[in-house]
């Protein structure tokens, strides 16, 4: 309103200083042309006390915004039989329909990694899992042969004796107890294990040498021989003697 009523007052002035605009010997009144008043104008309402109560950029946007939900209300109330309540009774049966599902379902639970067992249900040999971990490895797929050579080498520590054959038993518990049995590879089994958890359950890609790396460690600990608690070397070699031999049967 007030922008219009100095439109106007603008408009006023100059058609009252072109009236007045008369000389004195009775000669036709001088006129603005109407270009030159419209650009008067407009330069006397773009001063800044014409806009000091304008609204805000924000204030603008969220009157377009509310602009359009009103449009996109309408547009749907007229699409839905029965208008606007029409319309408002489709959407409690939605969120209603939404709202039993959740109840009857719940809320979605995550197992818990590092509950997860390194082995699945399908027992198979230490020389088993080498040959899918060097399946994978010679197609380039290096995080499922990481996964299987970390799986050959827990097993061939059960063949061998070293660790007990224990369902549901994780890398990190696997490497911990070989690490007693063998302390000289204890390190590098810590680091097998954190490199098959990663790729598991951390979602890391394995690498090339990451896979070497659990390969040779592999081949190590194959020539590597336990250190067994004795109290004397003869108690030590008949116990290497009974954990061979019962890894022979």
Known sequence: MAVRASVRAVLHADRTSALSLVRSDDEPPLTIPRDPAREAARRELSKRMYHENDPSWFQR????????????FNTA???????ALGLVVVIVAVLTVLGALWWRLGTPRREPVSS???FDDRPRSAAEHRAAAEAHAAQGHWSQ??????RAIVRSLEERALLDARPGRT???AAAEAGRT????ADRLRAAARDFDDVTYGGRTATE????????LDRDLERTKPQL??????TAQSAVHDTRQGAAE
């Open 61 to 72: 946007a969220l009157n377009a915004f509310w602009d359009w939900v009103d449009k996109l």
């Open 77 to 83: 109330s007229a699409a839905t039989p029965g208008g």
């Open 116 to 118: 997860a067992a390194l």
């Open 145 to 150: 042969a990481v996964q299987e050579r970390m």
């Open 171 to 173: 890398a990190d518990e």
């Open 182 to 185: 063998l302390p000289s590879q």
């Open 209 to 216: 040498q990451s896979y070497h790396r659990l390969a040779e």
């Open 229 to 234: 608690a004795s109290s004397s070397p003869s």
